[in-house]
């Protein structure tokens, strides 16, 4: 929904200016394809960068995120 995108564009802004909970926010939506293209790249970034601006629930979402989807390395090892 066109809402969801909107809501995309603020929350990058936000984090751009370094708001740690639009980035967090930001991993969610690119973790569920929400407002964007689902993007798990991204959605770990995003959980990191909001982990620098010092968010600690973000540091708990990653720990999920990486539990549920496997950690980069484990993708460099499917891969071969």
């Known amino acids: 929904p066109q809402h969801h995108a909107r809501a995309v564009d603020l929350l ?3 984090a751009t200016e370094r708001d740690a909970d639009a980035a967090r926010l930001l991993g969610f939506c690119y973790d569920m394809g929400l407002g964007v293209e689902l993007d798990r ?4 970034a995003s959980f990191r ?5 010092g968010s600690s629930q973000a540091l708990l979402d990653l720990a999920r995120f990486l539990a549920t989807n496997g950690t980069r390395r484990d993708d460099r090892e499917a891969e071969q």
């Open 12 to 14: 990058r802004r936000a």
């Open 41 to 44: 790249k991204k959605a770990e």
């Open 49 to 53: 960068h909001a982990i620098q601006l």
